[in-house]
């Protein structure tokens, strides 16, 4: 099914909402900008000329997400993993009618998650928000594409002058048949930093406190990473909302130094210790929230956890 696109939503203060063209040339996806400046992108058709071949033909995925200075906080298809895509959620594998598919790995074959529909929601002063309609699909051998998860996301853009803030609420629910999502050290809200960002010159904090050698495994409410920017240093704080929705923290997977020279990628993850079945009665599955925060600054660890209370309410 192709994307439908809903387009010419003008913002304030200079912000457009478009539908434009990567700088490669190809497949067309939903940008916004403030100004010139390219503040955030969502890929809405499969990658034209992914690197690795057809197999690697993503959509539904942020890429970039810019802090107001233009530094872009995300990485997509690099070398070491090239289904790494910027800001992306697919779970790694979904259990339908006994049988698991790998949804992370598209290039596995076995299934994805896909981007369908967009429309835009509101037009408000340095503010946007819209509606994301995706699928979670599962391919069997001879067979058409099964889709098995509808998902509805929310996301709001909010432009500040020292940082860009991105709500994400996702919501997903089983297509026809239940749909268990199993037990995996890495699963669905994933982050993968700049690539200019590595163990010498940038520094990883939970809310448990840990460091990047530390944090892998352990359940936090956020997760901070600075590095250098164009101007100076940036700060991509990434808020759950778990712990106040479901009830439970969702735990972290992260890469250590030793691991690709301690690249960046973060990922929160609801069934790292158990399967939880997809249905209203386990929203920590399937009623998700963040927060991410793009900033041309440093923030402390204070202000990072008196940012998640603000959030949350608590």
Request: a neutral charge; one cysteine or more.
């Amino acid at each position: 099914m192709k994307p439908t696109i809903h387009q010419g939503i003008q913002l304030a203060m200079a912000m457009s909402f478009i539908l434009g063209m990567p700088a490669t040339g190809g497949e067309p996806r939903l940008e916004f900008r403030q100004g010139d400046k390219l503040m955030l992108a969502w890929q809405v058709e499969p990658l034209a000329e992914p690197k690795g071949g057809g197999k690697f033909a993503a959509s539904a995925f942020i890429h970039p997400l810019c802090t107001p200075d233009g530094f872009a906080c995300t990485n997509i298809q690099p070398s070491d993993h090239l289904h790494h895509l910027g800001i992306w959620w697919p779970w790694k594998h979904v259990e339908v009618d006994g049988k698991k598919s790998n949804t992370w790995e598209m290039q596995e074959g076995q299934g994805a998650h896909v981007a369908r529909s967009v429309k835009p929601l509101a037009n408000e002063p340095g503010k946007a928000e819209w509606e994301l309609h995706n699928e979670t699909v599962i391919k069997k051998q001879g067979a058409a594409p099964e889709v098995v998860i509808h998902e509805t996301a929310r996301m709001v853009l909010t432009a500040g002058t020292d940082a860009t803030v991105l709500d994400i609420s996702l919501r997903q629910k089983a297509a026809g048949a239940p749909v268990t999502i199993p037990a995996y050290r890495y699963s669905g809200f994933s982050w993968r930093g700049p690539a200019s960002w590595n163990k010498d010159n940038s520094t990883m904090t939970t809310s448990g406190g840990k460091g990047r050698d530390d944090a892998n495994g352990t359940p936090a409410r956020w997760l901070m990473v600075s590095g250098p920017a164009l101007q100076g240093t940036a700060t991509v704080l990434i808020l759950s909302a778990a712990e106040k929705l479901a009830g439970t923290t969702e735990n972290l997977r992260v890469w250590d130094s030793k691991t690709h020279n301690g690249a960046p990628f973060v990922n929160f993850n609801p069934v790292m210790k158990e399967p939880l079945p997809l249905d209203d009665a386990h929203p920590a599955v399937s009623h998700r929230k963040y927060r991410v925060i793009a900033a041309d600054r440093v923030i402390d660890a204070a202000t990072a956890d008196a940012e998640w209370r603000k959030w949350t309410g608590s």
